[in-house]
Each structure stands twice: as structure tokens, then as C-alpha cells.
């Protein structure tokens, strides 16, 4: 079933959850497989994987202070090496996190 955003902001009000949407190359695929990662082809591009990772509040607040994000000068690859690699965050194109709050912030 595909989810709409309107679902994605409502599951994560439901579950207070910081939903993290990663998209990736789809070139790249066999390094995604490799990792262990589970992924789905992207809804709006077709040529994009996407990978979904949830943190808790502690666990995104951590992310971003272990980070020191400042998000006026960080980018989705910077985010994708964070939460996968090195390797895969050079072919992150997009970002999307989702918060408990309904508010979302996208990096493309």
C-alpha cells in the first residue's frame, strides 16, 4: 500500500516517532542490499530507492547534537552519511524527516 504524506505525518503523531525518508539512487542498489538495508522504490521518481529509519525523541535530538547540525548548513548527503555511510551518503538525492509534531523538513 503507498503511503501519502498525509499518512506518514499522521504515523508519526500516532507514534511520536521522527521518521526519516532516505532516498537513494536505485544505482546503487546492490550497496543498499549489501548493508542490510530495507528499501522500497520511491513514489514520485522512479530512478530513487527510498529507505525509512525511526528514531525516538533521544535518539534524533542525539543525532543531531552528536552532528552539531545546524540545518541552514547541512544537506541530504550529510544526513545520509550519518544515518548510513560514507559510501551511501554520496548517493543520497533527498531526505524527507517527518515529526511527531506534523511538521516535516526536506532536504533535496
Same mark, same amino acid.
Given at each position: 500500500?503507498?503511503?501519502?504524506?498525509?499518512?506518514?505525518? #499522521?504515523? !508519526?503523531?500516532? &507514534?511520536?516517532?521522527? %521518521?526519516? $525518508?532516505? /532516498?537513494?539512487?536505485? =544505482?546503487?542498489?546492490?550497496?543498499?542490499?549489501?548493508?542490510?538495508?530495507?528499501?522500497?522504490?520511491?513514489?514520485?521518481?522512479?530512478?530513487? #530507492?527510498? !529507505?525509512?529509519? &525511526?528514531?525516538?525523541? %533521544?535518539? $534524533?535530538? /542525539?543525532?543531531?547534537? =552528536?552532528?552539531?547540525?545546524?540545518?541552514?548548513?547541512?544537506?541530504?548527503?550529510?544526513?545520509?552519511?550519518?544515518?548510513?555511510?560514507?559510501?551511501?551518503?554520496?548517493?543520497?538525492?533527498?531526505?524527507?524527516?517527518?515529526?511527531?509534531?506534523?511538521?516535516?523538513?526536506?532536504?533535496?
Amino acid at each position: 500500500m503507498t503511503q501519502t504524506t498525509t499518512d506518514r505525518r #499522521n504515523d !508519526v503523531i500516532d &507514534s511520536g516517532t521522527y %521518521d526519516i $525518508y532516505i /532516498e537513494i539512487d536505485i =544505482d546503487c542498489e546492490e550497496l543498499v542490499d549489501a548493508c542490510g538495508l530495507d528499501y522500497k522504490p520511491a513514489e514520485e521518481d522512479s530512478s530513487q #530507492n527510498e !529507505v525509512c529509519i &525511526s528514531l525516538g525523541k %533521544d535518539e $534524533y535530538m /542525539e543525532l543531531i547534537t =552528536d552532528n552539531m547540525w545546524d540545518f541552514n548548513n547541512v544537506n541530504e548527503q550529510t544526513i545520509g552519511t550519518a544515518l548510513l555511510n560514507p559510501e551511501l551518503g554520496e548517493y543520497v538525492t533527498k531526505v524527507t524527516i517527518y515529526k511527531p509534531t506534523g511538521d516535516i523538513i526536506s532536504f533535496c
